[in-house]
């Protein structure tokens, strides 16, 4: 079964355009969208198990230059 999540992201201030178009080209990710509000950018991904999606989050996302905060929230079907 795939997990599916967004991932909500904080950037340095003017990082959010270059932030986007680097986790667009990380495999698994299916959209990533600059936004307004308290986050930068607003992430779809899809991954094989949930941890899958942890190492996903930690050593792809977070790693990239210019966040400063991610929060992962998992689609679930109520």
């Known amino acids: 079964m795939t997990v599916s999540a967004y991932i909500l992201i904080q950037t340095e201030v003017g990082k959010a355009a270059a932030v986007a178009t680097e986790v667009r080209l990380i495999p698994g990710v299916i959209a990533a969208d600059d936004v307004t509000g308290p ?15 942890g190492r996903l989050v930690v050593s792809r996302v977070q790693m990239l230059d210019g966040i400063t905060k991610t929060t992962t929230m998992p689609v679930v079907n109520l």
């Not at 992430?43 to 949930?50: A, D, G, K, L, W």
Request: proline share 7%; aromatic share 6%; glycine share 0%.
């Open 39 to 53: 986050y930068d950018c607003v992430v779809r991904v899809e991954s094989p198990t949930m941890d899958d999606l």
